[in-house]
């Protein structure tokens, strides 16, 4: 379930774009769209997977894309120029790893300090997760 900020959106075209996996042209069938109506948009479906979360191109203007998990569960998502989401334990530490990520420009962390912290976070959602998997694929470990 998703809402947007700006009223120019409506009828906007909302992407679900795979971030893991190469979108299979000319099918498309892992590419999943909606329309914003009444500044809002909602997806279903039971795949689980990391998505990018993105307005069409020409009114993106504005708008942050978002990554997601879609697991299990009511997911709420809002976009606008600092987009964000909620209601799902992996969707939760994305959002707390994606304001740490956006809060390291202003804090004065080192970038070893940065990974350690991704590859952590990564270990406490599990390393088969989709959300897991992904971050520590952002920055492995040496062996």
């Known amino acids: 379930m998703g809402t947007v900020t700006d009223p120019s959106l409506e009828g906007a075209i909302v992407f679900l774009v795979p971030v893991t996996e190469l979108v299979h042209l000319p099918e498309k069938d892992n590419l999943d769209s909606t329309f914003i109506k009444n500044g809002r948009f909602e997806f279903k479906g039971t795949k689980e997977r990391l998505v990018a979360v993105r307005i069409e191109k020409f009114k993106r203007m504005n708008v942050q894309n978002l990554l997601l998990?879609?697991?299990?569960?009511?997911i709420s998502v809002v976009l606008g120029p600092r987009s964000y989401s909620a209601g799902t334990p992996q969707n939760d530490s994305l959002q707390?790893?994606?304001?740490?990520?956006?809060?390291?420009?202003?804090?004065d962390l080192t970038l070893q300090t940065y990974m350690?912290?991704?590859?952590?976070?990564?270990?406490?959602?599990?390393?088969?997760?989709?959300?897991?998997s992904f971050l520590l694929g952002l920055y492995p470990e040496k062996k």
């Open 116 to 132: 350690d912290r991704t590859r952590s976070m990564a270990h406490a959602l599990g390393e088969e997760s989709t959300l897991g």
């Open 96 to 107: 707390v790893w994606k304001d740490l990520t956006e809060n390291r420009f202003t804090l």
């Open 69 to 74: 998990v879609t697991e299990p569960g009511e």
